[in-house]
């Protein structure tokens, strides 16, 4: 089981175009960019809790974060303390909805277009009774 809350630094990192990179030094591959420190932070936050999450759903080990006093700095580097709360994080991801294509005969599609059917209502309810799922 993993925990819901997570806190890791992240380096800010000053471009001289005026944007702002984040990486994770615990992290890698986990990095974040926006036009001002807000926007990165909240970037940073959004790429921390989806880089979580992949490595929960892979099983993988989440590292322990840094001491921030053993971390190598550049002059320009600015660290921050990023938290992410994984319990709100893992609900969005499993009650986010999903495009599916899929292929019917021409007549049915006719048919439940001037029936006014919702495909996907009548998908989801159909999935569900052949689950079993009541709801």
Known sequence: MYPDLYAFIGILEYDKSGSVGVRFPDL???I???ESTEEALEDAKAALAL???GMEQD???????SDIRQLKLEKSDVPA???VNMKIYRERQRTRSVKKTLTIPYWL???AENAGLNFSQELQNALKAKLHISE
């Open 28 to 30: 890698p591959g986990c």
């Open 32 to 34: 974040a960019v926006g």
């Open 51 to 53: 880089h979580l999450y």
């Open 59 to 65: 099983g993988e080990a989440i590292p322990s974060p």
């Open 81 to 83: 303390m990023i938290e």
């Open 109 to 111: 599609d006719l048919m």
